[in-house]
T-cell receptor
Framework: NAGVTQTPKFQVLKTGQSMTLQCAQD?????MSWYRQDPGMGLRLIHY???????DQGEVPNGYNVSRSTTEDFPLRLLSAAPSQTSVYFC?????????????FGQGTRLTVV | DAKTTQPNSMESNEEEPVHLPCNHS???????IHWYRQLPSQGPEYVIH???SNVNNRMASLAIAEDRKSSTLILHRATLRDAAVYYC???????????FGQGTTLQVKP
């Protein structure tokens, strides 16, 4: 099983450029989410989705957009990259958004904005 | 979202048990206690979760205080591969969001 797949693994952007980080899961999970992790820090929730067509903001949503047109995919768009968005980005999915469901994480996308 | 408090770091010797504490005094009745760990340069991975009763799985055990205001993750025999950051998280039974704290960095000495 592929689990949660993130692409690309590494990316360098110039300030002001836009890009989309891809996240796909093959487990038919309803709940998907995006986190960022800055050096030496814990993960912070950016956006999440409880199902196709439904998204909501997390702790640090500014500068990011998401959409959920299918159950499998949950792309994260950077509208105009800034150096402050240099981070490692993790996508996660779980069967339901309710308490018992364990989350599965991708391997991360390491983004550098210069 | 209810918060958790963990020590910043802990050390253990290989093949000895490790007890990782977590305080969550503001836990609500619908919050599940989840533990994840993050190995270097990897995404977090699920370890264990519980609601009220102690739980065991192949990776670890979770001991939950009777008042649910604290819990302890128990690794029965630490190995070098267990060196990681361990996160204790309260997952709301209503919203389902996982809100990470700083976690505990576990060092395992040979």
């Amino acid at each position: 099983n592929a689990g949660v797949t993130q692409t690309p693994k590494f990316q360098v952007l110039k300030t002001g450029q836009s890009m989309t980080l891809q996240c796909a899961q093959d487990m038919n999970h309803e709940y998907m989410s995006w986190y960022r992790q800055d050096p030496g820090m814990g993960l912070r929730l950016i956006h999440y989705s409880v199902g196709a067509g439904i998204t909501d903001q997390g702790e640090v949503p500014n500068g990011y957009n998401v959409s959920r047109s299918t159950t499998e995919d949950f792309p994260l768009r950077l509208l105009s990259a800034a150096p402050s968005q240099t981070s490692v980005y993790f996508c996660a999915s779980s069967y339901r958004d309710r308490g018992p469901s364990e989350a599965f994480f991708g391997q991360g996308t390491r983004l550098t904005v210069v | 979202d209810a918060k958790t408090t963990q020590p910043n770091s802990m050390e253990s010797n290989e093949e000895e048990p490790v007890h990782l504490p977590c305080n969550h005094s503001t836990i609500s009745g619908t919050d599940y206690i989840h533990w994840y760990r993050q190995l270097p340069s990897q995404g977090p991975e699920y370890v264990i979760h519980g609601l009220t009763s102690n739980v065991n799985n192949r990776m670890a055990s979770l001991a939950i205080a009777e008042d649910r205001k604290s819990s302890t993750l128990i690794l029965h025999r630490a190995t070098l591969r267990d060196a990681a950051v361990y996160y204790c998280i309260l997952k709301s039974g209503n919203t389902g969001k996982l809100i990470f704290g700083q976690g505990t960095t576990l060092q395992v000495k040979p």
